[in-house]
């Protein structure tokens, strides 16, 4: 049985405020939950969301490899989903994804580690 809407909504604002707090790990951990319980298309998306901020993770820890590697991952997961997702706007992250790409890639390739930081998670509204 697939993970229930409020449940996901819940897990999406816990995200956004970890998100927003640099607490990327912990807010990778708010959506394995109701991730590894939701459908095809919910599922991906939610991975995606994962994907994007331990792609920070490693960014924070020093990792280009694994920033480059999971924000790639993301993008290619987020990229199946229409804008507006469950009701989650990731527009600043679809328009930043082409820079932080070329970006983490550069520093994967041994240049400067980049200034990088995550842009912002707006998640859905309505009731937790």
């Known amino acids: 049985m697939g993970a229930a809407a409020g449940e996901v909504r819940a897990a999406l604002t816990?995200?956004?405020?970890?998100y927003a707090d640099g607490r990327f790990f912990d807010a990778?951990?708010?959506?394995?939950t109701v991730w590894r319980r939701s459908p095809e298309l919910p599922m991906r998306f939610l991975q995606g969301l994962i994907q994007w901020a331990v792609a920070f993770e490693h960014h924070r820890r020093g990792n280009a490899h694994g920033a480059r590697a999971l924000l790639d991952r993301?993008?290619?997961?987020?990229?199946?989903?229409?804008?507006?997702?469950l009701g989650v706007d990731i527009g600043a992250w679809r328009a930043a994804a082409p820079g932080l790409r070329a970006a983490f890639l550069a520093w994967?390739?041994?240049?400067?580690?980049?200034?990088?930081?995550a842009p912002r998670f707006v998640p859905p509204a309505g009731p937790t």
């Open 108 to 117: 994967e390739r041994g240049g400067p580690r980049p200034d990088a930081p």
């Open 74 to 85: 993301a993008l290619a997961n987020l990229a199946i989903v229409p804008p507006g997702y």
């Open 14 to 18: 816990r995200f956004a405020a970890r």
């Open 28 to 32: 990778h951990e708010e959506l394995e």
